[in-house]
């Protein structure tokens, strides 16, 4: 069975309705709950209320109160922020998060298939194809721990049809559509932007090597067209960074968070058991390998280095092996097959730890090479993300072959068997993926009656970059007060009052918060005992952090704070007298 291009759609709604059963029930429950596990996804939906509330922005005062930090970002992924703003100036930020998420999901499925059906011309093939890549637990992790930059993944297979559109019409149209494709999937994402300038950069040694009547100088002009034009339409956007990175020393990049410590490449790179292991949120074998993954995660997270491949594709890729090996391909198809093969391979090598031990000698990888080029980038386990697409490909390619090599009846068995089998080990959701935040904690209640000027300071004052500070972010859409926390290093004068304000037992530290117009300091003894990680998200990170609390899971006093001005269960609310 084939589905011509007028049909296209019938499979972007089957794949929207396999979206809506992995997320179910977000579907019947848009503005009550989100598909997240808070962390980032609570800082995420902050991001989108700030941003949809620009009388907020003119307060510039929201966070890091007294010292006007800027809440907005410099918009270096403007398509996404587009993605995220057009649903929620219409429904809100939650039910437009939800809608983000649901759309990643089919999207990027549905342009897999495009790019598989475009090379092949088989439906069922593509069909599978963009079933592994768009649902594969790497990308559903990926939107659970509210990273829409690594959910949204539609621009990288357009990317690839574009490239291989471009390959066979060699125009200055096609190599436009390179450069637009290209542009779209850096503005989305810039890590992913990054990794496919190599996938680019593959292609074009594919390109050169089968090429029937390939003049070097035409091909060149070609790509170098396609890489100007791509310049033109992204560098306005990231001109104020890469500005800010060229003129600013290593040492104060470094301070500040623009560019990474080689180690925390070490500590977020892959290893080859990553892309071996169900995920831990498998209903079924989650259970069997929850004890296996705690011992092998010594360093990241799970949310990054979720990368399981399947033994479905790799089964498929395997017997793709032995038709290759017996020369069962026609010319193009095994041509695909080596290439996207190829390219899983490279991009799980990318992904892996910036050197290896042959013995007793260290052999640096290809990663170590490009942090020296792009320190900026940390986490090259997201390699494995484009691990997937091409597993993805390479698997549509040995069925679209098999559908040539066996029986009909055979063939539709063999599918028979392998949707289920796909289905079992790639359905994999975290038991918090659905959160009601419909009910707002009683203290936040309170506050939202509160004068509009009323400053607060929210202890445990962590980092700006913490996973539990996310909530304090989260809950001010609804009490909308502002607040000392927040600061981060760029802000230099933020920072040395973050550092002075911290501690809550400090002789200076409620003096300090009068200074600066706090009005109530509300403390949450339940984070100071979970400390860095919410409890949700603490089985996904290694035990050694995941144990880690707050002053020992004990909330620091000041002789000045003997008597709570309201108490909520485990959060106390305290009023500084002016």
Known sequence: MRIYPNRHWVVCALYFIVSVLLTWPIFINLKSHLFCAYGDCFGTVWEMWVRNNPQLQTKDMLLAVPFNKAVISSGSIPVLRLIMDIPTAFFGEIVAHNIVILLSFSLTSFTSYLLIYYLLRRSLPAFVGGLIFGFCPGVVMSAVAGHLSFTFNMFIPLFLLALFNNSKKRTLVSAFYVALSYALLTLTSLYFGFFSLFIALLFVIYDYLTSKDCIPKRLLFNYIFAALIAFVMIIPFQFEIILHIISTSHVELATTGRIHEYKRLISSAASVLDYLLPSIDHPVLGRFIGDMIGIHLQSGNLFARTLYLGFTPLLLSLAGFFLWSKRHYSLESRRYFLFFSAGAVLMIFFSLPPFIYWGYIKVPTLSHFMYGIAPMFRVYARFGILANLFM?????????????????????????????????????????????????????????????DTIIAEYPMMEYNKASFYTYLFWQRIHRKRMVNGAAPLNKEAWDFYQQVKDLSSDETPQLLRTAGVRYIIIHKKIYQDGDIPEPLKRYHPAVFSKMQYNGGKVPMHTLLNKPFKVFGDDSVYRLDH
């Open 392 to 452: 993805a490909v390479t698997a549509a390619v040995v069925l679209s072959e098999l559908s040539d090599r066996i029986e009909k009846a055979k063939y539709v068995l063999l599918l028979t068997a392998l949707l289920p089998a796909l289905i079992f080990e790639y359905w994999s959701v975290p038991p918090y993926y659905a959160k009601d935040v419909s009910e707002t904690p009683a203290v936040y209640q309170w506050l939202a009656g509160e004068p509009d």
